[in-house]
Protein backbone atom coordinates (compact mmCIF):
# COMPACT_ATOMS: atom_id res chain seq x y z
CA UNK A 1 0.00 0.00 0.00
CA UNK A 2 1.36 3.50 -0.60
CA UNK A 3 1.70 6.03 1.87
CA UNK A 4 -0.71 8.58 0.22
CA UNK A 5 -3.56 4.87 0.05
CA UNK A 6 -3.33 4.65 4.26
CA UNK A 7 -5.74 5.68 6.13
CA UNK A 8 -4.67 8.51 9.59
CA UNK A 9 -5.56 5.97 12.09
CA UNK A 10 -3.09 3.34 10.06
CA UNK A 11 -0.16 6.32 9.75
CA UNK A 12 -0.65 7.09 13.78
CA UNK A 13 -0.51 3.48 14.11
CA UNK A 14 2.56 3.38 12.44
CA UNK A 15 4.11 6.51 13.89
CA UNK A 16 3.41 4.76 17.30
CA UNK A 17 5.12 1.58 16.16
CA UNK A 18 8.35 3.81 15.23
CA UNK A 19 8.52 5.25 18.43
CA UNK A 20 8.18 1.74 20.67
CA UNK A 21 11.33 1.04 18.22
CA UNK A 22 13.48 3.76 18.84
CA UNK A 23 12.37 3.29 22.68
CA UNK A 24 13.65 -0.42 22.23
CA UNK A 25 16.80 0.70 21.10
CA UNK A 26 17.16 3.16 24.02
CA UNK A 27 17.04 0.02 26.28
CA UNK A 28 21.06 0.35 27.33
CA UNK A 29 20.73 4.27 27.46
CA UNK A 30 17.47 3.99 29.49
CA UNK A 31 19.25 1.32 32.13
CA UNK A 32 22.35 3.42 32.20
CA UNK A 33 20.67 7.05 32.84
CA UNK A 34 17.70 5.46 35.16
CA UNK A 35 19.54 2.89 37.42
CA UNK A 36 16.41 3.30 39.45
CA UNK A 37 14.45 1.61 37.14
CA UNK A 38 13.94 -2.28 38.02
CA UNK A 39 15.25 -4.48 35.45
CA UNK A 40 11.40 -6.38 35.42
CA UNK A 41 10.29 -3.12 34.51
CA UNK A 42 11.72 -3.01 30.84
CA UNK A 43 11.32 -6.26 29.36
CA UNK A 44 7.25 -6.03 29.39
CA UNK A 45 7.71 -2.60 27.86
CA UNK A 46 9.81 -3.76 24.93
CA UNK A 47 7.43 -7.27 24.39
CA UNK A 48 4.93 -4.37 24.53
CA UNK A 49 6.53 -2.16 21.98
CA UNK A 50 7.26 -5.31 20.07
CA UNK A 51 3.93 -6.25 19.83
CA UNK A 52 2.57 -2.57 18.49
CA UNK A 53 4.73 -3.19 15.75
CA UNK A 54 3.36 -6.27 14.54
CA UNK A 55 -0.03 -5.13 14.92
CA UNK A 56 0.77 -1.56 12.74
CA UNK A 57 1.67 -3.26 9.78
CA UNK A 58 3.83 -6.53 10.25
CA UNK A 59 4.08 -9.81 8.64
CA UNK A 60 1.28 -11.88 9.50
CA UNK A 61 -0.71 -9.09 11.39
CA UNK A 62 -4.38 -8.98 10.65
CA UNK A 63 -6.11 -5.62 8.86
CA UNK A 64 -8.05 -3.87 11.11
CA UNK A 65 -11.94 -3.69 10.15
CA UNK A 66 -13.56 -1.59 12.35
CA UNK A 67 -12.47 1.97 12.15
CA UNK A 68 -14.12 3.08 15.19
CA UNK A 69 -12.38 -0.16 17.61
CA UNK A 70 -9.04 1.26 15.84
CA UNK A 71 -9.54 4.62 16.90
CA UNK A 72 -9.92 3.12 20.72
CA UNK A 73 -7.07 0.85 20.12
CA UNK A 74 -4.67 3.71 19.12
CA UNK A 75 -5.74 5.90 22.17
CA UNK A 76 -5.00 3.32 24.21
CA UNK A 77 -1.60 2.30 23.48
CA UNK A 78 -0.86 6.04 23.79
CA UNK A 79 -2.11 5.79 27.27
CA UNK A 80 -0.05 2.73 28.06
CA UNK A 81 3.18 4.62 26.64
CA UNK A 82 2.20 7.78 28.17
CA UNK A 83 1.91 5.88 31.61
CA UNK A 84 4.65 3.68 31.51
CA UNK A 85 7.75 6.70 30.31
CA UNK A 86 6.09 9.03 33.66
CA UNK A 87 6.54 5.35 36.20
CA UNK A 88 9.93 5.68 34.49
CA UNK A 89 10.67 9.29 34.94
CA UNK A 90 8.20 9.19 38.44
CA UNK A 91 11.02 6.47 39.61
CA UNK A 92 14.49 8.24 38.45
CA UNK A 93 13.29 11.30 40.65
CA UNK A 94 16.12 12.41 43.55
CA UNK A 95 14.55 10.62 46.55
CA UNK A 96 18.02 9.52 47.83
CA UNK A 97 19.51 10.63 51.18
CA UNK A 98 22.97 11.39 49.62
CA UNK A 99 25.64 11.40 52.54
CA UNK A 100 23.18 10.90 55.54
CA UNK A 101 23.22 8.34 58.17
CA UNK A 102 20.35 6.29 57.91
CA UNK A 103 18.65 7.08 61.31
CA UNK A 104 18.78 10.42 60.85
CA UNK A 105 15.32 11.48 59.85
CA UNK A 106 14.56 14.41 61.17
CA UNK A 107 16.34 17.88 62.41
CA UNK A 108 15.86 20.28 64.86
CA UNK A 109 16.86 23.93 63.72
CA UNK A 110 17.57 25.82 66.64
CA UNK A 111 16.78 29.79 66.56
CA UNK A 112 19.63 31.24 65.29
CA UNK A 113 21.48 34.09 67.32
CA UNK A 114 22.46 37.52 66.41
CA UNK A 115 26.45 38.09 66.85
CA UNK A 116 26.72 41.08 64.79
CA UNK A 117 28.16 44.03 66.86
CA UNK A 118 26.70 47.10 65.01
CA UNK A 119 29.08 49.37 67.42
CA UNK A 120 31.91 47.63 65.98
CA UNK A 121 33.75 49.14 63.09
CA UNK A 122 34.77 46.97 60.33
CA UNK A 123 38.55 46.46 59.13
CA UNK A 124 40.01 47.00 55.92
CA UNK A 125 40.05 50.08 53.13
CA UNK A 126 36.67 51.30 53.98
CA UNK A 127 35.79 51.09 57.54
CA UNK A 128 32.00 51.65 58.24
CA UNK A 129 29.90 50.48 60.83
CA UNK A 130 28.04 46.65 60.39
CA UNK A 131 24.37 46.82 58.78
CA UNK A 132 21.10 44.88 60.32
CA UNK A 133 18.34 44.62 59.22
CA UNK A 134 15.78 43.90 62.35
CA UNK A 135 14.41 40.03 63.12
CA UNK A 136 17.37 38.75 60.11
CA UNK A 137 18.14 36.08 62.62
CA UNK A 138 14.19 35.16 62.88
CA UNK A 139 13.76 34.78 59.05
CA UNK A 140 17.12 33.01 58.58
CA UNK A 141 15.60 30.23 61.53
CA UNK A 142 12.41 30.06 59.65
CA UNK A 143 13.32 30.18 56.10
CA UNK A 144 15.91 27.52 56.73
CA UNK A 145 13.40 24.90 58.27
CA UNK A 146 11.31 25.74 55.43
CA UNK A 147 13.99 24.52 53.17
CA UNK A 148 13.95 21.49 55.17
CA UNK A 149 10.46 20.84 54.82
CA UNK A 150 10.54 21.46 51.04
CA UNK A 151 13.30 18.96 50.48
CA UNK A 152 11.46 16.06 52.70
CA UNK A 153 15.24 14.76 53.49
CA UNK A 154 14.96 15.95 57.19
CA UNK A 155 11.94 16.54 58.53
CA UNK A 156 11.70 19.43 60.97
CA UNK A 157 10.77 18.31 64.50
CA UNK A 158 10.97 19.33 68.22
CA UNK A 159 14.49 19.65 70.04
CA UNK A 160 13.13 16.14 72.30
CA UNK A 161 12.01 14.45 69.11
CA UNK A 162 14.85 15.23 66.39
CA UNK A 163 17.83 13.31 65.44
CA UNK A 164 20.00 15.96 64.88
CA UNK A 165 20.25 19.48 65.25
CA UNK A 166 21.39 22.77 63.83
CA UNK A 167 22.88 25.57 65.15
CA UNK A 168 23.62 29.09 63.50
CA UNK A 169 25.14 32.23 64.51
CA UNK A 170 24.63 35.32 62.40
CA UNK A 171 28.19 37.04 62.18
CA UNK A 172 27.79 39.84 59.34
CA UNK A 173 25.45 41.15 56.69
CA UNK A 174 28.02 42.45 54.34
CA UNK A 175 26.77 44.95 51.36
CA UNK A 176 29.36 45.18 48.70
CA UNK A 177 29.38 47.99 45.58
CA UNK A 178 29.69 45.74 42.32
CA UNK A 179 29.31 48.20 39.45
CA UNK A 180 29.08 52.07 39.31
CA UNK A 181 27.59 54.44 36.16
CA UNK A 182 29.05 57.37 34.66
CA UNK A 183 28.44 59.99 37.84
CA UNK A 184 29.99 57.29 39.81
CA UNK A 185 26.93 55.75 41.85
CA UNK A 186 26.61 52.58 42.58
CA UNK A 187 24.97 51.07 40.13
CA UNK A 188 24.88 47.20 41.48
CA UNK A 189 25.08 45.84 44.94
CA UNK A 190 26.39 42.45 46.28
CA UNK A 191 24.34 41.26 49.47
CA UNK A 192 25.87 38.48 51.51
CA UNK A 193 24.51 36.80 54.97
CA UNK A 194 27.20 35.32 56.80
CA UNK A 195 26.50 32.65 59.94
CA UNK A 196 28.58 29.65 61.28
CA UNK A 197 26.89 26.92 61.90
CA UNK A 198 27.17 23.78 63.67
CA UNK A 199 25.45 20.26 63.20
CA UNK A 200 24.66 18.03 65.80
CA UNK A 201 23.98 14.08 66.50
CA UNK A 202 21.25 14.35 68.76
CA UNK A 203 21.55 10.59 70.29
CA UNK A 204 25.05 11.34 71.45
CA UNK A 205 25.57 15.30 71.48
CA UNK A 206 28.61 14.69 68.84
CA UNK A 207 29.66 17.54 66.53
CA UNK A 208 29.19 15.90 63.09
CA UNK A 209 30.57 19.20 61.14
CA UNK A 210 30.57 22.57 61.59
CA UNK A 211 31.25 25.59 58.84
CA UNK A 212 32.07 28.79 60.18
CA UNK A 213 31.83 32.41 57.63
CA UNK A 214 29.12 30.23 56.02
CA UNK A 215 27.50 32.77 52.87
CA UNK A 216 24.65 33.55 51.27
CA UNK A 217 24.99 35.86 48.26
CA UNK A 218 22.85 37.84 45.73
CA UNK A 219 23.38 40.75 43.74
CA UNK A 220 20.87 43.40 42.96
CA UNK A 221 20.44 46.94 40.78
CA UNK A 222 19.87 49.92 42.69
CA UNK A 223 19.19 52.19 39.78
CA UNK A 224 18.39 51.92 36.56
CA UNK A 225 15.01 49.60 34.74
CA UNK A 226 16.01 46.88 37.35
CA UNK A 227 16.18 48.82 40.27
CA UNK A 228 14.84 47.01 43.45
CA UNK A 229 14.87 47.60 47.09
CA UNK A 230 17.32 46.48 49.35
CA UNK A 231 14.86 44.61 50.65
CA UNK A 232 13.79 42.45 48.11
CA UNK A 233 17.06 41.37 47.37
CA UNK A 234 17.88 40.85 51.38
CA UNK A 235 15.01 38.07 51.05
CA UNK A 236 16.53 36.69 48.10
CA UNK A 237 20.23 35.97 49.88
CA UNK A 238 17.81 34.61 53.00
CA UNK A 239 16.81 32.38 50.52
CA UNK A 240 19.68 31.11 48.58
CA UNK A 241 21.37 30.58 52.62
CA UNK A 242 18.95 28.23 53.24
CA UNK A 243 19.29 26.35 50.11
CA UNK A 244 23.14 25.80 50.62
CA UNK A 245 22.47 24.94 54.46
CA UNK A 246 20.43 22.26 53.64
CA UNK A 247 22.58 21.50 50.76
CA UNK A 248 25.32 21.05 53.21
CA UNK A 249 23.33 18.68 55.37
CA UNK A 250 22.46 16.17 53.66
CA UNK A 251 25.63 15.67 51.51
CA UNK A 252 28.91 13.89 52.87
CA UNK A 253 30.85 14.77 56.23
Known amino acids: M????????????QRLASDFCLL??????LRRACRCATPPVLPPLLRFAKQSVGGAGGVGAPAPRHPRSQRGSFSTEHCLLTSV????????????????????????????????????????????????????????????????????????????????????DLVSFRR???????SQQVEEWRLNVVANLRFYDQRTNALLWEEPNFTGDTTYFALGAK??????????????????????????W
Open 2 to 13: RMGDQTPHVRGR
Open 24 to 29: ALSKTR
Open 85 to 168: LCLLVAGCGYTTRPGLASYLKTVYVKPFTNQIDITQLTTGEEQRFPIYRHRMEIDLTNTVINRFQFTGLLRPASAEKADCRLEG
Open 176 to 182: DALRYDA
Open 227 to 252: AESESQALDRAITDFARRVVERAVES
